[in-house]
């Protein structure tokens, strides 16, 4: 079955420290590849997405996300973190199956210290 | 601006209660969606509907019902609420090409009693 693994739970950075958030699927073609963040209290925001091409993706509020198909991996990046970055964020692929939908990580909660 | 909205933010019920959960959406998606989240869990797929009248189990259907009349609203029923189904519900909508995502409501904080 298909599954997505995001292995930190909690993760603190600095303000102004770069971040990295780490996610691993289990596919076996490429699927659809999404990050998604969620403000407390609020419902889940698409950062962004990847389908196919370019590997490296740009997103909202300056994030990255580079696809790596050796690794079955799709990390989160950004090169300098802001106070209000701190959410949890969840990373979830879709399938090219039919009457299947979003599978979600657990998700990694990143707190930002001053 | 396009939204998923869910009646309730906060809702209390009793063990045994019918409950209904809400969603409209103003985007003209055919799909919808229902997720419970809880901490340490993520987000699991309750049960979805790719067209009105249509609905398919997603990984957790047990103890939950659906409805879904008109296109724009997908309401989740429990039909005998339990203190295990105290939770955040998300409801979410999407167009059919999954290249564009799903958009979510502000979620429902269902507590039982």
């Known amino acids: 079955a298909q599954s997505v693994t995001q292995p930190d739970i909690h993760i603190t950075v600095s303000e102004g420290a770069s971040l990295e958030l780490r996610c691993n699927y289990s596919y076996g073609a490429t699927p659809y590849l999404f990050w998604y963040v969620q403000s407390p209290g609020q419902g889940l925001q698409l950062l962004l997405k990847y389908f196919s091409g370019d590997t490296l993706v740009q997103g909202i509020k300056g994030f990255e996300a580079e696809f790596k198909r050796s690794q079955s991996s799709f990390n989160l990046r950004k090169p300098s973190v802001h106070w209000s970055d701190a959410a949890e964020y969840f990373c979830?692929?879709?399938?090219?199956?039919?009457?299947?939908?979003?599978?979600f990580g657990k998700g990694t909660t990143l707190s930002v210290s001053s | 601006d396009v939204k998923v909205t869910q009646s309730s933010r906060y809702l209390v019920k009793r063990t045994g209660e019918k409950v209904f959960l809400e969603c409209v959406q103003d985007?003209?998606?055919?799909?919808m969606f229902w997720y419970r989240q809880d901490p340490g869990l993520g987000l699991r797929l309750i049960y979805f509907?790719?067209?009105?009248?249509?609905?398919e189990k997603g990984d957790i259907p047990e103890g939950y019902s659906v409805s879904r009349e008109k296109k724009e609203r997908f309401s989740l029923i429990l039909e005998s609420a339990s203190t295990n189904q105290t939770s955040m519900y998300l409801c979410a909508s999407s167009y059919p090409d999954r290249y564009y995502g799903y958009t979510f409501g502000s979620g429902t904080r269902l507590t039982v009693v």
């Open positions: 985007m003209d998606h055919e799909n």
């Open positions: 509907s790719y067209d009105v009248k249509m609905k």
């Open positions: 979830a692929v879709h399938t090219n199956q039919a009457g299947t939908a979003l599978i």
